[in-house]
């Protein structure tokens, strides 16, 4: 069976809204107002080596497919299955990508054979796989910085209370925090 793992940046109130780019008013959060130190991003690197698969909701789809693709920080993302959990998308342009359709096909998925399935991005598919107890691991880089507003990671989603079990962590002189969970199923 494949570890489903959420990876996300976070802001200190629990924002995981356009920490990159988009269309949130803080948009670009984590490089804008955050020193950068290569070492708070080692576990980034981690989880592309030991990826098996990227899964992520429709609105990350089309942030990634237009410009990760042309990146080669992410080519081994690039190159590896690429599932998207999507009711609408009918014709996915990014290589390696395959549409599933529920939550049920991403059970499926899960029990299937192969490196951890990793979670970017997507608040709501992130809510809904944890509501369906599908998730078995976090890794969160918390970031100094209140945005007061925006996707949350961990909102009223109808998912019971969920113990976790930290499993790694480190903080670094930028202030961002690393916290790896496991999930108690």
């Not at 793992?5 to 984590?30: C, K, N, Q, R, Y």
């Not at 796989?129 to 910085?145: E, M, N, Q, S, T």
């Not at 930290?166 to 108690?184: C, K, P, S």
């Amino acid at each position: 069976m494949r570890k489903l793992i959420v990876t996300e940046f976070m802001s200190l109130d629990g924002i995981i809204d356009s920490p990159g780019g988009g269309d949130h008013p803080h948009a670009g959060w984590t490089f804008k107002d955050i020193e950068f130190n290569e070492a708070a991003y080692e576990i980034k690197g981690r989880e592309q080596e030991e990826a098996g698969a990227m899964l992520i909701g429709r609105v990350s789809y089309d942030e990634f497919a237009p410009v990760w693709p042309t990146m080669e920080i992410f080519a081994k993302y690039n190159a590896m299955p690429k599932y998207v959990v999507s009711t609408t998308l009918t014709d996915p342009t990014w290589a390696n990508t395959t549409v599933l359709r529920s939550l049920d096909e991403v059970a499926k998925l899960k029990e299937g054979e192969g490196g951890p399935l990793l979670v970017h991005g997507s608040a709501t598919l992130a809510q809904n796989l944890a509501a369906a107890g599908l998730v078995d691991r976090y890794h969160l880089l918390i970031f100094p910085v209140l945005l007061g507003s925006g996707k949350r990671l961990f909102a009223d989603s109808g998912t019971d209370k969920t113990n976790l079990k930290l499993v790694e962590h480190g903080t670094f002189d930028n202030g961002i925090r690393m916290a790896i969970y496991d999930v108690a199923h």
